[in-house]
């Protein structure tokens, strides 16, 4: 049982590309979501999940987009990367309905965007 | 709109002194409260969670925190501090969307030094 995994762990971007960060998750959760962290500011949602072929934006979504095509599956994408986008990005998952539910994360991605 | 206030960005303590984080809450429904811990390079873990069960929730490796509604806190202590609990610690409020979405304090390093 694997958890919450994430690919890749660490990227170098120039400004203006693009790619796509992969989250995978073995737990059978309904609810994902993603998350960038940067210094002094916490977590901060971007976009999140609440089953196959469902999003919704979060706090800051701006610059990115998502799909959840597979359960088990949520993609980040960013169409062009900018210098602001440098940050740490978490996914998570969520066993469903309830406010009290627990979140499972993976292990990050280190992003620079040059 | 919920949010979360953590005070101190930044706490020290010696190995074996008392360990408190602060965490001050708004939330215009009945709040669930988490603390979650982030190691080095790690992703979040969660340490314990109010769900309105019992005012002092017991959580993993010592820690527990106390629901106070009169004064909309839920600080994180711990008796004894070790070495190994140098890390981040981010208090987080669930919204009441029902989809188990977190907003995030900005976390508090705890610095243990022998």
């Known amino acids: 049982n694997a958890g919450v995994t994430q690919t890749p762990k660490f990227r170098v971007l120039k400004t203006g590309q693009s790619m796509t960060l992969l989250c995978a998750q073995d737990m059978n959760h309904e609810y994902m979501y993603w998350y960038r962290q940067d210094p002094g500011m916490g977590l901060r949602l971007i976009h999140y999940?609440?089953?196959?072929?469902?999003?919704a934006k979060g706090e800051v979504p701006d610059g990115y987009n998502v799909s959840r095509l597979k359960k088990q599956n949520f993609l980040l994408g960013l169409e062009s990367a900018a210098p602001s986008q440098t940050s740490v990005y978490f996914c998570?998952?969520?066993?469903?309905?309830?406010?009290?539910?627990?979140?499972?994360f993976g292990p990050g991605t280190r992003l620079t965007v040059l | 709109a919920q949010s979360v206030t953590q005070l101190g960005s930044h706490v020290s303590v010696s190995e074996g002194a008392l360990v408190l984080l602060r965490c001050n809450y708004s939330?215009?429904?009945?709040?669930?409260l988490f603390w979650y811990v982030q190691y080095p390079n790690q992703g979040l873990q969660l340490l314990l969670k109010?769900?309105?069960?019992?005012?002092l929730v017991k959580g993993i490796n010592g820690f527990e925190a106390e629901f106070k509604k009169s004064e909309t806190s839920f600080h994180l202590t711990k008796p004894s501090a070790h070495m190994s609990d140098a890390a981040e610690y981010f208090c987080a409020v669930s919204d009441n969307s029902g989809y188990s979405t977190l907003t995030f304090g900005k976390g508090t390093m705890l610095l243990v030094s022998p």
């Open positions: 999940s609440v089953g196959e072929g469902t999003t």
């Open positions: 109010y769900t309105s069960a019992a005012t």
């Open positions: 939330s215009s429904v009945p709040p669930y």
């Open positions: 998570a998952s969520s066993s469903g309905t309830g406010r009290y539910n627990e979140q499972f």
